[in-house]
């Protein structure tokens, strides 16, 4: 197995003229201040205490929003003015998302030039999100909706979110997978009950009230976190021949604030990048449809929220299982295939074929969080490759560059996911899921969940042609 994964990895470009050997470095110090441990200790673990919790106020409001979704539909006139139709309130939860995570190239690269900033982040941060969440709560159409939820108060969610990853990437090295993996799965528990507690709101005090009840727990719940955010303290050192390795020298860099972009040099970045994009492309269309899906079939209206909290639930132990995969030495590739064949065989086979039953969405759910919830926890595995191939690579900015391809994905998700409830239905009476509305959804959502595996399919398509 191991020699199978070493050989896929190698089919990948490398760069390895361009990297930077990690032999010792002659430097000149007197005297180093003692570093702090990474992936151990009371600090580290502090920070990453830090980073599962706010994930909540983060990204609660997106992980709820197929039910906002589900009743400003509903309500239509009701509750805004102006189209109120799926394809018109869609894509403020997936713009939210969307650039959420397409600022953090930015952030994380200013955030990486200019350490002092980091500081301001939090309660720069806290102010906006707070605010916008209580704006929006007089908007009276979808427009003033996505302005308010979709891009400002997305913005606010990215600057509490680019210091904390910032600080977890540098509190830990070696055990990456398990530091990410946690992260991802605070935000997968916090959308495990929220659907249920945002449905209970909207239909007892309307959806004004339950987002000002959003924005003050918002800021109760990342005041907190906020203290626990430390960043690693960089090792310090004056004039005298002494030697550091490749890791402690990368470590003064960044607390000089010193940026690198030379992961731009290596190929392989790139095509694990268009991956990740392909993936993202469709990996919201079940959180954001399926409650409108299950409505639209005559389930109860209980259903749609369960939907919702299975997914999440179900990427709880996903993010951290795929995360700890890529700790144990498991190519990053082989890692990315489990998720992406995870995620799409139940997508083709029990949504396509079954996605009338209830108990079959229900599997659905739970295979599908479990697999694709995990997918951003395999970027631990290309955080350890890159680092592998180039030891002055930063993995923060990797890191930041990730999420852009995914905040990418995201935002073009929006509007294909309105054309695609607009095309024709497909007519094979007898498969229910593929005859609905949502056939042409069902059939891009695995489409892209598969080629979410595309490294995977390029180093197996290389030894093809070797072989030949």
């Known amino acids: 197995m191991a020699t199978q994964e070493a050989i896929q990895l190698q089919d990948l470009p490398s760069a390895e003229n361009n990297s930077r050997p990690a032999e010792p470095l002659a430097l000149e110090a007197a005297t180093t201040t003692p570093q702090a441990p990474a992936d151990r200790g009371k600090s580290a673990y502090l920070v990453l205490l830090g980073c599962v919790l706010i994930q909540g106020p983060i990204w609660g409001y997106s992980l709820a929003f197929g039910i906002f979704q589900e009743y400003y539909v509903s309500r239509g006139a009701a509750a805004l003015s102006g189209p109120t139709d799926a394809a018109a309130i869609a894509p403020i939860g997936t713009s939210q998302t969307g650039i959420l995570y397409l600022m953090m190239p930015v952030t994380l690269t200013l955030l990486t030039k200019y350490p002092h900033l980091r500081r301001w982040c939090g309660p720069v941060g806290l102010l906006l999100t707070t605010t916008c969440l209580v704006a929006s709560s007089f908007a009276t159409t979808a427009g003033q909706l996505i302005a308010t939820q979709g891009v400002l108060h997305a913005v606010g969610c990215g600057l509490l979110f680019s210091p904390t990853s910032l600080c977890l990437d540098e509190w830990f090295s070696e055990r990456k997978g398990l530091a990410y993996g946690a992260m991802w799965s605070g935000k997968s528990g916090v959308g495990a009950g929220l659907p249920f507690l945002t449905s209970a709101l909207l239909n007892r005090y309307g959806a004004r009230s339950t987002l000002r009840i959003f924005a003050v727990v918002s800021a109760l719940l990342t005041i907190p976190p906020l203290f626990l955010m430390r960043p690693r303290p960089s090792t310090?050192?004056?004039?005298?021949?002494?030697?550091?390795?490749?890791?402690?020298?990368?470590?003064?860099?960044?607390?000089?604030?010193?940026?690198?972009?030379?992961?731009?040099?290596?190929?392989?970045?790139?095509?694990?990048?268009?991956?990740?994009?392909?993936?993202?492309?469709?990996?919201?269309?079940?959180?954001?449809?399926?409650?409108?899906?299950?409505?639209?079939?005559?389930?109860?209206?209980?259903?749609?929220?369960?939907?919702?909290?299975?997914?999440?639930?179900?990427?709880?132990?996903?993010?951290?299982?795929?995360?700890?995969?890529?700790?144990?030495?498991?190519?990053?590739?082989?890692?990315?295939?489990?998720?992406?064949?995870?995620?799409?065989?139940?997508?083709?086979?029990?949504?396509?074929?079954?996605?009338?039953?209830?108990?079959?969405?229900?599997?659905?759910?739970?295979?599908?969080?479990?697999?694709?919830?995990?997918?951003?926890?395999t970027w631990s595995g290309i955080l350890h490759e890159m680092k592998r191939r180039d030891s002055a690579i930063d993995t923060g900015l990797i890191f930041g560059m990730l999420l852009g391809g995914r905040g990418i994905g995201f935002v073009l998700s929006g509007p294909v996911g309105g054309a695609l409830l607009e095309t024709n239905r497909f007519k094979a009476e007898d498969f229910t899921g593929y005859a609905t509305q949502y056939g042409p959804m069902i059939v891009y959502t695995g489409m892209t969940a598969t080629l979410g595996a595309w490294g995977w399919f390029w180093a197996m398509g290389k030894r093809a042609m070797r072989a030949l």
Do not use: K
């Not at 990368?250 to 604030?257: D, K, L, S």
């Not at 269309?285 to 259903?303: E, H, K, N, Q, R």
């Open 236 to 377: 310090s050192s004056r004039t005298t021949n002494t030697s550091t390795t490749a890791s402690e020298d990368e470590e003064t860099r960044r607390g000089a604030g010193h940026v690198s972009f030379s992961f731009a040099r290596h190929s392989v970045f790139w095509i694990l990048q268009c991956g990740n994009i392909l993936q993202s492309l469709g990996y919201l269309m079940p959180s954001t449809y399926l409650a409108s899906y299950a409505a639209a079939l005559g389930f109860p209206s209980i259903t749609g929220p369960i939907f919702l909290a299975l997914i999440s639930l179900a990427s709880v132990p996903g993010s951290l299982v795929i995360g700890l995969l890529n700790d144990a030495g498991l190519a990053a590739t082989t890692v990315i295939l489990i998720s992406s064949l995870g995620s799409a065989l139940p997508v083709f086979l029990l949504w396509g074929l079954g996605g009338h039953q209830v108990a079959v969405l229900v599997v659905f759910t739970l295979l599908y969080g479990f697999f694709a919830g995990g997918f951003s926890s």
